[in-house]
């Protein structure tokens, strides 16, 4: 590697991008490093990097995903420098570069073509020696002089040697790489076999016997470059949603400076506090503040919602999100690596690159490969040779079970299904935060709701504030500016632009509200317990409190008023349709919970739920032996949603890092939800097809093999066309079951 490589890695370099240098990890004394990592073809390779890098002094995580391609480390610099990650990669066979999201497609293209000119030039070759062949073939029939058959023996090997050398490159650099480094991968027998085949050969042309195999080895090239070719597009086509988001970022920003004027930049260079002109038809460059203009922007990359939104001076916008209508002035607010876009990207391939239950079983599968099938291959040349039969017989079995018995399909079985899966959910605004999320949500049996920012809206809004005193007013609003729950930010959102009292030592009681010192003295913002206020008495106000308890100990409510989501109904609808029991568990009034669960058919509720009673009745559902789905605030709810079974939670774009669920719903629709069953469903469903594919494929292959009734060309064709099988059908997630999904 080069000084200049190198010195990109270290800790001490200023990072200017986000992908080509260490990164500090916020709030640790760990660093991060992303890198491209070339040459991963199987859950072998991404297990041999983890576990070797994973060995190394001061490491303490490593992610390899086959997908991107990307490999993310988390180590303690003081142990280990980054060029020493790069290397011991190195070590092991493997090229690592910097992360860039540029190369990726530059890589994967480049693969692509250098695939097609192998096989091409194989397909050349084997149409050619096939023609030489059926000569020979021929003429075994009709007395052909040896001489003449001598010939043609010479005539294919002159085409095939120099044709197997140059189309067998992909798998024997791969090999030879894996077997310097000590290890093995999958292209280590199907390189062995194809040398055993085509030496074979040369060795009966040599000494003018009857049969040459030259046909069979540049065939079987032809067709396992086929095989790796369609194998590629097609992981392509499944390719990373993560991956995928990251074409959606802006390449150039129009930077305005303090003049006026315009200067085009890149947008890694933008800092908070710039401004940029976004004109129609172009995406917003970086997270910020419309500053000037009015527009509509098409927020379906956050939100899923396929209707533009309207923007004006004051309205948050997002990086990636595309300017539709009108030119847009943007106060940039957040660098290119800390945007939302980024977030998401980072949390998707967490969620891809994780490893589920599916995804451990199919890896301890593959492990066993190795070592199982060049066994199975020496014994099935010393059970031929034992039977009498010729050394070209046994070794061509042998061949055959060599390149049959390859286990990508096994591989494949689970990764495409979770890239795939995710990446249909991203599309419908759900973002896929934990990476067995969709398989813990196909176990689900119930549902539990909270209702305040769940099956309501959130956009609660104050109907007695003309009731409480000013002072009381913006003492509660300084205290509430500190909670993201949705009664709070609509206390604080009432009092406009008032200056607010200093309230200092502010804490947040997850389920029961807030407190702080106002003039030396406690206060408290939240439920009627947390504040002490006494029990109701006289009509019951039907929608939200929150109560105050002022510095003297006395107590103030204050209403709000909400409104269900518009498709909530509908939802619990589908979801009692598909067999969940539903419950609602809030921590609000009793009217207003009654209210909610009659308006939307919920028969079993309970209102005033503190966290602690929430996690109470989530064990007690789950000692009942039932999967509980948790839907709730991510930020207020996170006790609950931690310990249910699999969770959702409805979120604005600025809480996609902060929440505590599975799931994020980043639209205003519960729709989604049903979408996210229906496809954890059927992604176990094609997981289980997936591994009984790959498992009939070698139970029926590997034993046929083993008996002769498997020459070497058709064990190339089954193998590629097992893992091309499972690839297709993990595809049918992205078209199945469109029309059912939504309620």
Known sequence: MSETAISLLEPAAPRADPGLFVNKVEGSAEAKLDLIVQGMHCAGCLRKIERNVGEMPGVTAVRANLSTKRVAVRWDPALTKAS??????????????????????VLDEGEGRSLLRALGVAGFAAANVMLLSVSVWSGLVTDMEPETRALFFWMSALIALPAIAYAGRP????AFSALRHGRMNMDVPISLAVTLATAMSLVQTVINARHVYFDASITLLFFLLIGRYLDVQARNKACSAAQNLLGLRAVAATLIEADGSYRSVAVDSLEPGMRVAVAAGSRIPADGMVTGGVSDVDTSLVTGESLPEPVKPGTKVFAGTLNMSAPLSVTVT?????????EIVRLMEAAEQGRSAYVRIA???????????HILAASTVALWLLMGAGFAVAVTNAIAVLIVTC????????PVVQVVGTGRLLRRGVLVKSADGLERL????????DKTGTLTLGQLQLVNGAAIPTADMITAAALAGASHHPLARALAASVGARPLPVVTEIREYPGEGLEGQFDGRTIRLGSRHWA???????????GSELWLRRVDGSTLCFRFVDTLRVDAAPVIAALKARGFAVELLSGDREPAVRSAAVALGIANWRAAARPDE????LKELADQGRKVLMVGDGLNDAPALRAAHVSFSPATAADVSQVAADFILQGAKLGPIVEAVDVARKSRRLVFENFALALAYNAVAVPLAVMGFVTPLIAAVAMSASSITVTLNSLRLNNADRKDARP
């Open 84 to 105: 020493a990650i790069v290397d011991k990669i190195a070590s092991i066979g493997f090229e690592a570069v910097p992360f860039d999201p540029k190369l990726i497609g």
């Open 171 to 174: 798998f024997f650099r791969s």
């Open 334 to 342: 957040a660098r290119d690596e800390n945007s939302l876009l980024s």
């Open 363 to 373: 890896d301890r599968a593959a492990r066993l490969y190795a070592p199982s099938v």
């Open 407 to 414: 286990p990508c399909a096994l591989g494949l079985a689970v």
């Open 442 to 449: 196909a176990g689900a049996d119930t549902i539990v709701f």
């Open 532 to 542: 002490g206020a006494p029990d109701a008495s006289g009509a019951a106000h039907a």
């Open 614 to 617: 929430k996690i109470a009745r």
